[in-house]
């Protein structure tokens, strides 16, 4: 909902927008927590580092990388050596943003929770904990919404986020091909933090903080697509126990860091490239030439009205944006709350798993009436009895040869 003002509003560059204040949140925060509880140096190495290694998925507005931010922003305060009231306000309105953008949010309330095992000021920080608790159920679907987290973990056989797991990519498990899915220094990173979890075992003040560092390492481990959340996390909340590690042999401490001067920098950077971006481009503009957004764009506006098209992954989103109600897909890709027979078919025809044949009668029994498909793309094979209809860049628009379409 938010995200659909944004665009009705200012348009595409409102969601650029949203990165620019997400990137600098996740700084802030990762710099108030690193900040407060090491040598400057350390921490920001660390932070720098972290950002650097782990900040892929903020090229992407999507609420996955914004969550983020949230994370970032609950783990700096739900960590503080001595927590105010305000703090536990803070956590309240975090968790209630969070809950109602990311089915991740319930890691929030495993933060505060953890943090409320520290000594001191024991009052404010179980306040904290009921207040979050009682913000994430502020939500379209109440106590509901927390299972969730619960269906993706169970994955039992007959259910969507089994195939999820099984067929998408950033799901896979870290150890079964980790070059493929991750960058080395983000694995190595991964090394470093698990030895520094390992030795804060051992320190009380460290040990909340060391029990979901390991959690998310195991996270990791389990679904690739966590490594980035256990890497920018652990290297804000590891730099305490690096410090404790590596002090002595680091020179007398300057100034303190400041925990707003360089996210309110990375801020005004961001805003003084995005205003001549936002005022001078065009809407078509901000659609992403090296994913062949362009040419799915002029592929979706030659299917007819009425058509049901197949669209193969990542482009669904681009479907459903630019030819509702006009056109409707055979399933939504970035949706996994489908059916599990209805994202298995889905899935077998963008993997190409179903002979020719069977793949056009399942297509036929959905009515499905044209497809969009990278051109040398596995996906292409479930199309082979279908004509070819016209070709952009590398993406191509099929009908079945009834339809009467021209040969390929």
């Known amino acids: 909902v938010v995200y659909a003002g944004l665009h009705r509003g200012v348009g595409l560059a409102a969601l650029a927008l949203v990165r620019v204040v997400a990137l ?22 660390g932070v720098a580092f972290a950002v650097v290694a782990y900040g892929d998925r903020f090229e992407s507005p999507r609420p996955v990388g914004v969550s983020y931010a949230f994370a970032l922003a609950v783990a700096s305060l739900a960590f503080d050596v001595a927590p105010r009231p305000r703090h536990a306000v803070a956590l309240a309105g975090a968790m209630l943003v969070w809950a109602n953008a990311h089915g991740s949010f319930p890691l929030g309330l495993v933060m505060v ?24 159920l502020v939500n ?15 994955a039992s056989s007959r259910d969507a986020t089994a195939l999820v797991h099984a067929r998408i990519l950033e799901w896979h498990p870290l150890w079964r091909d980790p070059l493929r899915v991750a960058s080395a220094p983000a694995l190595g990173g991964a090394i470093v933090l698990l030895a520094v979890w390992l030795y804060a075992l051992r320190d009380a003040r460290w040990r909340p903080r060391a029990a979901l560092g390991l959690g998310l390492l195991g996270l990791a481990l389990l679904h ?8 920018l996390v652990g ?6 126990p690096l410090d404790s590690l590596v002090r002595r042999f680091l020179p007398s401490e300057p100034r303190v860091l400041s925990a707003a001067r360089l ?42 009205d009425g058509a049901r098209v197949f669209v193969a992954l990542p482009f669904t ?10 056109v409707r897909v055979f399933f939504d890709t970035r949706n996994d709350c489908h059916p599990y027979d209805a994202l298995r078919e889905g899935l077998d025809l963008n993997d190409a798993l179903l002979a020719p044949e069977v793949a056009s009668v399942t297509l036929a029994r959905h009515a499905t009436s044209h497809a969009i498909v990278l051109c040398h793309s596995r996906a292409r094979r479930s199309f082979e009895g279908w004509a070819l209809v016209a070709r952009r860049g590398a993406l191509c628009l099929f009908a079945p040869t009834r339809a009467g379409a021209g040969p390929p």
């Open 24 to 45: 600098a949140v996740v700084v802030w925060a990762m710099l108030r927590r690193a900040g407060r509880d090491a040598h400057p140096v350390i921490a920001l190495g």
């Open 113 to 136: 929770a953890l943090a409320a095992l520290l000594p001191g000021a024991r009052r404010v920080r179980l306040a904290a904990l009921g207040a979050s608790l009682a913000a994430t």
């Open 140 to 154: 379209p679907y109440g106590l509901a919404m927390h299972g969730l987290v619960g269906r993706y973990v169970s």
């Open 224 to 231: 690739n697509r966590h490594l980035q959340l256990a890497g």
């Open 235 to 240: 290297f804000a909340l590891a730099a305490g």
């Open 263 to 304: 996210p309110a920098l990375a801020l005004v950077a961001g805003l003084l490239a995005w205003v001549p971006v936002a005022v001078t481009r065009a809407p078509g503009d901000w659609i992403d030439a090296s994913r062949e957004d362009e040419a799915f764009d002029a592929l979706i506006a030659r299917v007819p």
């Open 317 to 326: 989103g681009y479907a459903i944006w630019r030819g509702y109600p006009r």
